[in-house]
């Protein structure tokens, strides 16, 4: 029989696509167009050719980064809301980077440096927490506006092009690309590092000590103190990764997608990451399906607004509906729990 | 004594008939009946952890019970939320005040009363008239910042006159009070329940409880397992009532052990934080290798306090720890766990263990930081189940492999996990804070099993418990604890359980033997 958690997870994820879907689909009605034709329009445009599929694989990879972000932190049971804010420090850092050495040096100088910059701009979050015990929630998430602001005022002022017109930088110099690894697409090697990412993170937590404190400190902070465990360290040092992972996708966006950073650089991807990593349920290789799943709406949806008539923001809204019922659904099964321990618990004394 | 009595005797004022409650994880109350009449002074006595404030925060609508009617002179009655149990004269006193510290204690009392306008001089003096009534030295102008805990209790007291409850429950309201300041309250209690009030007073100091009781409910374990009238009973039958569960025969001979030299050695260990009651107070004494050295006491009496502080968790303000002659005093859990102490926590579920993950990953909890299952950090998973494995055998323990949830495990297989890791993995100290508690006669067997083994394997041992039984059938001497402060340390020979649980109640040495 499968585990009760499991079949929980499975079930309740199933009902929030659905209920995203059902709920998108009644505001379909009210253009009155048909929901299941623009559905089925929907599913085919996914796969029409090749191109369509590699751009699959382009969305899912910034969102692979960010639902990272949040699963790493949510293990030790804190909550970084700001993977959005720590995704524009990381962009800045590889404009930054690959405006200044416009050489192939400067994709593994980007990574590194994109890495240390938003994982430091995460890691005060943590630093806050575990000195003052602050909300690491509110802080994650007022730091994200700091972040974007720092970005528009970047834009306009060192970074901006060199005609002075729009809030965006210089085109970046073709050697700084992130090169492709399927021609005829734009699938770049962003993708392959995410992948590589979310495997580290999944051996880090489930095969090392350092991980295993981290679960350990996420489950039971007390036990853990007693057995040696500093969480106040623990949560420093995952707030840095956790940021650090969310600044990644800055340099797969920046270097393999966009070759530029300008003004309001893919404003979603930090709640998307969220939402993500709850429908995996934090494991890091169910977020990179769960980041294909949503990769395939998003590349699906645009061409379906296109085709169909229907404005493409139906498909944001389709996102968010399906966001807010997986999100949802995580307190719904954790009552499913509780109420299941308590049922144990009176039968067991009747 | 009492002066007033209800009308119709056979109905009680309030009435709590078969309430149950659940958490989570935990039963708080089963089938719980009791009831209180006017004019009556109710002691709610037990351990902590018993039920009592539990079943209280029912009938005060901060819990809903699973099961269970709560009746006001006959008449059922339903309490979802405090408004409603203060529409019926309750009120209720937590341990912990809730009282806004920036603001007048005339703006505290009349915080969720005050509609629209408010008529702030006449408010203060209202407040001051009734403080005067009752002899309350509070001055209602002033901030709450400036009062004394004692003051601040008057305060909490003056908000529930305020609001003319007829039912006050004060919960462990004498833990944070001087002597003069429990006196006065005492007072307090006597007058206010004079004029046809009930009071209902949870706590678990037997003085206090013979002091201004008419009637006691001891409560253990989330039941009531005794209603007494306080001129039918005594201390000593109470602290039995209280702690006392069936007393089995031990089939462990103790081993007659010389001890060896001093392990560890605690002086003048003292934990007071600011402002409050000490914690612990002037705690001296020594545990040899080769002996059981037990803490004896009711529960709630510094006992967790001092394996907090030996362990590293909790600082001490004064007062020195050293072990096997290393000054310990200041070092952090982790290096005290690296010198080699081991603690079986009270409390499993929160310091023991982590119930989500695996028995293996609860084996390797203590074991993170030292290379026994790890190369450069990486997990030997292998090696991790195979010592798991032979521990779970070794000691008895009912699971389906170390890959089982902690939380699959019942109580009992749980302990014996911990018992297990904490023996094989940690050195020549061992707390063990309750082992027992809560276990069945097997797996109690299995632990005291494991307990002398220990002695024998020349360990130093410190065993906290409240039962009498175990203290006798296991320790070379005992340290009675009261109040955070040692009543006497005896050799268990020159003890019976007579004279313990006198020491235990708060009788000095001298007066006990």
Redesign the interface.
Known sequence: MMDKKTRDILITNFFAVVLGLLLSGFMILFLKKNPIQIFALLFSSMFRDGYTIGEIFVKATPLIFTALAFAFTFKASLFNIGAQGQFYIGSITAVSVSLLIPSPVAIPLAIILSFITSGLWGGFIGLSKAKFKANEFLISMMSTYVALNLMNYLLRTVLMESKGEYPQTETLARSTWLFKIVPHTRLHFGFILAILAAVTIWLILY????G??I??VG??K?????????PERIYIITFIISGGLAGLAGVTEVNGVQHMLLQGFNPSIGALGIGIAILANGNPIGIIFASILFGALHVGGTIMGQLSGVPSSIINLMEGFVMVFVIISYYVRRKWE?SR??KL??EG?I | MVSFQGNDMSTPFFELRNISK??????AN?DVSLSVERGEVLALLGENGAGKSTCMKILYGLYQA?EGQIYKEGELITIKTPRDAIHHRISMIQQHFSLVSAHTVTENIILGNAKGRIDWKKAQQDIQRLADRYGFNVDAGKKIQDLTVGEQQKVEILKSLYLDANLLIMDEPTAVLTPQEIDTLMEFVREYSSRGNAVIFITHKLKEVMHVANRIIVMRSGRVHGNVLKEETNERELSRMMIEHTMQELDTAQAAGKPGKVSLSVRSLTVAPRREVPLLKNVTFDIHKGEIFGIAGVSGNGQLELCMTL?G?MKSTSGSVHLDDQDITHL???????LGMG?V?SDRH????????SLS?NM???A??FSTW?RN???N?KKLAETTSSILKHYDVKASGPGALARELSGGNQQKVIVGREVEFCGDFIIFDQPTRGLDLGAINNVHTAILKEKKNNKAIMLVSTELSEIFALCDRVAVFYKGEIQGIFRTSELDSQKIGLLMAGYTHQEVI
Not at chain 1, 222 to 230: D, H, I, L, P, T
Not at chain 2, 332 to 338: D, F, P
Not at chain 2, 350 to 357: A, E, Q
């Open positions: 095969r090392t000590t350092f295993f404190r679960r350990a489950q039971n007390e036990a853990a103190r007693m057995s040696g465990v500093n509780v321990d308590k618990l009176i004394t | 659940y958490f989570a994880k935990v039963i089963k699973d362990c968790a952090s859990i982790r290096k005290r766990i690296a603690y926590p929160r310091y023991g263990m982590v119930m989500d993950m990953e390797l909890l203590k993170s930081y790890n950090g990486v997990v998973r």
